[in-house]
């Protein structure tokens, strides 16, 4: 799609203002559903190695909708698609909470893993054709908007553990908000119907879309690794104990979000490819310096740097691969997100193998030399 091809019947900030809150309304139910696991976990009865054993329905929903999700993009467009999506993600959080059992648990899982990253593709797609309507770098702050909605859902929830709400009545509230906002705004998402295309499910995407992967996979090795095990590194490396424990997801999470809307003013001044290199170099920097020095404010600062390096990779490497002249803007997302979500799914088992084999700290430097490598391609890139 063409900047020529892009006509949008409202002024232009009408267009950012839907596409910022179609990207915040499924962070809010990602960390509703978040804060909830553990009540969950609870009410089935569930033992730790069975709710990590479940819990892997939702990568299997997201890997069944990859394929699915980049053709319907393509032939229904990316408004229908963020519409339809944003139902089935809500409906399925209500059904998460509902869940008598673990048979249907697994199923909700299951549907709420294929909405999750139907949305995922379709608004990134829509978000494209609002970075060419401005004319310069806007992808990082609806990322942001992400972030921030995953604060105000984990502050929700814990309102709702302390007033004794169930799951499924606080996500019923979530899913009633989120269909109403999405009423207000779907009106001024980009119609992109008419541009659909015809052709088969899933086509190998060109090596630059392939580079662009392999730097979301480098990243989120590093992201889905500071999810998993910031807590458990802060508890046996560092020896942190209550709440300092969480000290260093804490500032992982803070500066991810900020780093985040800071984003697109230094690639706007700097160059998309400075700002990728920059990013993995904070990345291994922090982490080296959280393994170097494990004391509670430096491992506190190498994770706000961590923070900061993984901040930006995601939305610059969609904001790239979105533009893709070889392919379908929804297309080249489920290409190099199919790629990405490699890592985000084999991180941390890795992270876990070589601690198990080694030490943390050493599991740890492998996360640091992810952040090299996305230094390292994306300085041969063309971008």
């Not at 990013?279 to 922090?286: D, H, M, N, P, R």
């Not at 506190?300 to 390096?309: A, D, I, K, T």
Request: aromatic residues 12%; hydrophobic residues 55%.
């Amino acid at each position: 799609m063409s900047d020529q091809a892009i006509h949008f019947p409202f002024p232009k900030h009408y267009l950012r203002i839907a596409v910022g809150a179609v990207f915040f309304l499924p962070g809010l139910i990602f960390a509703s559903w978040a804060s909830r696991i553990a009540t969950i976990q609870q009410t089935l009865n569930l033992s730790d190695a069975s709710l990590g054993a479940i819990l892997f329905s939702i990568p299997v929903g997201l890997i069944l909708s990859l394929p699915v999700a980049g053709w319907l993009v393509s032939h229904i467009g990316s408004r229908k698609l963020v519409l339809a999506g944003l139902v089935m993600y809500a409906l399925a959080l209500i059904g998460l909470g509902a869940s008598p059992n673990v048979p249907l648990l697994v199923a909700c899982m299951v549907l709420y893993g294929f909405a999750s990253n139907s949305v995922n593709i379709a608004v990134n797609t829509q978000a494209v054709a609002a970075e060419k309507l401005y004319g310069k770098p806007i992808m990082g702050s609806f990322h942001g908007l992400w972030s921030l909605a995953g604060f105000a859902g984990a502050g929700i929830g814990t309102i709702m553990i302390g007033q004794g709400v169930v799951p499924v009545q606080h996500f019923a509230v979530i899913a009633l908000v989120v269909i109403i906002f999405l009423f207000v705004f779907q009106r001024y998402l980009l119609d992109d119907s008419a541009k659909t295309e015809t052709g088969p499910a899933f086509v190998l995407p060109d090596r630059p879309l392939i580079k662009l992967g392999i730097i979301a996979f480098c990243s989120l090795i590093c992201e889905g690794a500071m999810f998993d095990w910031s807590v458990i590194y802060f508890k046996k490396i560092i020896n942190a104990s209550g709440a300092w424990m969480g000290a260093g997801y804490t500032c992982f999470m803070c500066t991810m979000a900020l780093g985040r809307f800071a984003a697109d003013w230094f690639a706007a001044r700097f160059g998309l490819k400075q700002t990728l290199q920059l990013s993995g170099l904070l990345t291994a920097s922090g982490l080296l310096v959280a393994v170097i020095f494990p004391h509670l404010y430096t491992a506190m600062l190498g994770f706000l740097l961590v923070g900061f390096g993984v901040s930006s990779v995601v939305p610059m490497v969609y904001s790239v691969a979105g533009k893709s002249k070889t392919m379908s803007p929804g297309m080249a997302l489920a290409a190099v997100s199919t790629i990405g979500f490699v890592g985000f799914l084999v991180g941390p088992p890795v992270i876990g193998f070589i601690a198990g084999a080694f030490s943390l700290r050493i599991s740890f430097m492998l996360i640091a030399v992810m952040g090299l490598c996305v230094t390292g391609i994306s300085s041969k890139v063309k971008l």
